[in-house]
């Protein structure tokens, strides 16, 4: 087990001057720990504070040497916090997912969670956020609007086939309906981009401008695109390279907020029992 320092009290961290380069990015780094990775927080209370019963965990600083995870052992206790220390001192921000990482892997064995898997982690390579259709998409896309266009508009004495004035009507129909569904299927593809990846908005109206002309055939690239390029984005907070918006932040303060409330509740009704 990693050496640890186990503090009781208050529940307030004391909080060191940011003077390393782990350390200077602390805040970042712990919101993005409590917000998109509780379960590894509540392992880091339980295996290295000796507390299986830990709940309500949250990493509340993280330098270079390590880290700081407050918890309570139950909602009537004081909070207590443990610091686990990396197994190497980190001399880069860049080393922050691998070592915090390693340490839940170890915490979850620890507790004889043997099938805890991490997942895929996130990586900050370069992600192409202009994906194209290949040639067999295009001649694929390029004969159906062909086929459309053709038989929806062109005059009857000019058609390849001949077609009477009902199958013609019914063509047009059809291609009516080809606009909507391209048409719901690239304002979907908008949103997945610009709201759930976070890509620039030039590279999200391409995205839903190729799925207008080749629907599903551009699908697959363009989602594959938005989520690649939302794991950046996550890869980067995590390593405190993006700076967490000042309402994240405040909406993470209301909710430790509404908990205490609602514990102070529950302990008032219980003494009243």
């Avoid at 058609?159 to 009477?164: A, D, E, H, K, R």
Wanted: net charge positive; charged share 25%.
């Amino acid at each position: 087990m990693s050496s640890l320092r186990r503090r009781k009290g208050d529940g307030q961290s004391v909080r060191k001057a940011p003077a390393d380069v782990v350390g200077k990015h602390s805040d970042e780094i712990t919101t993005y720990m409590n917000t998109n990775q509780p379960d590894a927080v509540q392992m880091y209370a339980r295996f290295f504070g000796q507390c299986p019963t830990a709940i309500r965990a949250k990493m509340t600083e993280i330098d270079s040497e390590g880290f700081t995870v407050s918890y309570k052992e139950d909602p009537s206790a004081d909070a207590q916090e443990v610091r686990v220390q990396f197994r190497n001192r980190l001399t880069s921000r860049e080393q922050t997912r691998e070592a915090t990482t390693a340490l839940a892997v170890e915490a979850a064995k620890g507790l004889g969670l043997k099938n805890y898997n991490p997942g895929p982690m996130a990586t900050n390579k370069d992600v192409n956020l202009y994906p194209m259709p290949n040639l067999q998409a295009i001649m694929s896309i390029a004969a159906v609007w062909f086929f459309f266009v053709v038989f929806s508009f062109a005059p009857l004495s000019v058609q390849p086939i001949p077609l009477s004035a009902d199958a013609q009507l019914l063509m047009q129909r059809g291609f009516l309906v080809l606009l909507f569904v391209h048409t719901v299927e690239a304002i979907a593809v908008l949103g997945v981009c610009s709201l759930f990846g976070g890509m620039p908005a030039d590279a999200s109206w391409i995205q839903a401008g190729l799925v207008f002309i080749f629907g599903v055939f551009h699908w697959r690239k363009a989602i594959f695109a938005a989520t690649k390029y939302r794991e950046k984005r996550l890869w980067n907070v995590g390593l405190g390279s993006y700076q967490v918006s000042k309402e994240e932040v405040e909406e993470l303060a209301k909710e430790e907020e509404l908990d205490d409330k609602y514990f102070e509740r529950e302990e008032r009704r219980k003494q009243k029992k």
